[in-house]
């Protein structure tokens, strides 16, 4: 158990709804990831928060947004789903914001959009 | 840009086998990282190691060993004496310096271990 937890860990929709998954970081950590794998893209970084505010930003779409809240955890917003956003997103966290420390990885949100 | 590159799609070896992953990646900036993470079938991402530009040296963990080499933008990845439980996939990536100081990652497609019994 990595002590990052994702809610929920399934997800079904339609396409064009909107769903929010959910990201409460390890204790202290005050950076958390967001990243998607997909069986089209692969493994992708998605967006980076660190205390509040972003810090790096990936392959986000204009449909997607994410914001960390004061109590550091994360929520990821897709909006206008379609059917290839069905995938699993992955949650991470970190002590710091940058690459010199360990991202530990939630156990993911399995979206699925019919 | 970014690219990653795992030409390996899939590795099948028997048990107590060396195998090693390869991962070849392309950045133009000076500073950047590398990893390797394992998701086993059971799903969730494991961090293995990270390596940042400067320090070409090669570690080991135990029966996991890691080869960098600035000159052919390489950073492979040996298992020493493969068990069943090394089944997973692999997956290499690549951190640069994001557009708002944080770090960006960008990971290569994967390598699909089987070992065999």
């Known amino acids: 158990d990595s002590g990052v937890t994702q809610t929920p860990k399934h997800l079904i929709t339609a396409t064009g709804q909107r769903v929010t998954l959910r990201c409460s970081p390890r204790s202290g950590d005050l950076s958390v990831y967001w990243y998607q794998q997909s069986l089209d893209q692969g493994l992708q970084f998605l967006i980076q928060?660190?205390?509040?505010?972003?810090?790096a930003k990936g392959n986000i779409l204009e449909r997607f947004s994410a914001q960390q809240f004061p109590d550091l955890h994360s929520e990821l917003n897709l909006s206008s789903l379609e059917l290839g956003d069905s995938a699993l997103y992955f949650c991470?966290?970190?002590?710091?914001?940058?690459?010199?420390?360990?991202?530990?990885f939630g156990p993911g949100t399995r979206l699925t959009v019919l | 840009a970014q690219k990653v590159t795992q030409a390996q799609t899939e590795i099948s070896v028997v048990e107590k086998e060396d195998v090693t992953l390869d991962c070849v990646y392309e950045t133009r900036d000076t500073t950047y990282y590398l990893f390797w993470y394992k998701q086993p079938p059971s799903g969730e991402l494991v961090f293995l190691i990270r390596r940042n530009s400067f320090d070409e040296q090669n570690e080991i963990s135990g029966r996991y060993s890691w080869n960098f080499q600035k000159s052919t933008s390489s950073f492979n990845f040996t298992i020493t004496a493969s068990q069943v439980v090394d089944s997973a996939v692999y997956f290499c990536a690549l951190s640069e310096k994001g557009n708002t100081g944080g770090f960006k990652t960008i990971f290569g497609a994967g390598t699909r271990l089987f070992v065999k019994a």
């Open positions: 928060y660190y205390n509040g505010e972003e810090r």
């Open positions: 991470a966290s970190s002590v710091g914001a940058g690459t010199t420390d360990t991202q530990y």
